[in-house]
């Protein structure tokens, strides 16, 4: 979990590939209607988001059957991450949180991503930090991927 630019992709694929488990990004998870309101600059509300949330839900529930799943996904509220472990408390959330100059640094060069660096403070605003009662771990995302893998590893036991 965590703003836009925090290295969720990545790290989610890196660390699903070396736990043999399935990676879905949550962005892929979208509506066409949210990804045209982000790309023009527009932030999400939270009308958008619940039925995204849900679809995240989804993906974590047809994992649970089959050992395992790896989500990207922001995450930024409490409410956002009770909505997807809705089913039960067994996800860990990883949060990956860079300053917010390097987010800024990594979405002012990522070209081939919907998201616009004009959001980057929309996001920072509705963060939660994960509250005692939710099973994760807040990382500095600007240490290598190797690293931050190796913490959610530890996390996971």
Same mark, same amino acid.
């Given at each position: 979990?965590?703003?836009?630019?925090?290295? &969720?992709?990545?790290?989610?694929?890196?660390?699903?590939?070396?736990?043999?488990?399935?990676?879905?990004?949550?962005?892929?998870?979208?509506?066409?209607?949210?990804?045209? &309101?982000?790309?023009?600059?527009?932030?999400?509300?939270?009308?958008?988001?619940?039925?995204?949330?849900?679809?995240?839900?989804?993906?974590?529930?047809?994992?649970?059957?089959?050992?395992?799943?790896?989500?990207?996904?922001?995450? #930024? &509220?409490?409410?956002?991450?009770?909505?997807?472990?809705?089913?039960?408390?067994?996800?860990?959330?990883?949060?990956?949180?860079?300053?917010?100059?390097?987010?800024a640094d990594r979405l002012a060069a990522r070209?081939?991503?919907?998201?616009?660096?004009?959001? #980057?403070?929309?996001? #920072?605003?509705? #963060?939660?930090?994960?509250?005692?009662?939710?099973?994760?771990?807040?990382?500095?995302?600007?240490?290598?991927?190797?690293?931050?893998?190796?913490?959610?590893?530890?996390?996971?036991?």
């Amino acid at each position: 979990m965590g703003a836009s630019g925090s290295g &969720k992709s990545t790290i989610g694929a890196l660390l699903a590939s070396r736990r043999g488990l399935p990676f879905v990004d949550a962005d892929s998870l979208h509506s066409p209607e949210s990804i045209a &309101k982000m790309a023009a600059g527009e932030p999400l509300v939270d009308e958008d988001r619940w039925p995204w949330l849900e679809r995240v839900a989804d993906q974590l529930a047809l994992a649970r059957t089959a050992g395992g799943v790896v989500v990207a996904c922001s995450a #930024l &509220k409490s409410a956002y991450r009770d909505a997807i472990r809705r089913d039960g408390d067994d996800v860990l959330f990883a949060h990956l949180a860079p300053a917010p100059d390097v987010l800024a640094d990594r979405l002012a060069a990522r070209t081939d991503h919907f998201m616009p660096a004009s959001l #980057l403070d929309s996001q #920072l605003a509705a #963060l939660e930090e994960l509250a005692p009662r939710e099973w994760g771990i807040r990382i500095d995302a600007a240490v290598p991927p190797d690293q931050i893998v190796a913490l959610i590893e530890q996390a996971l036991g």
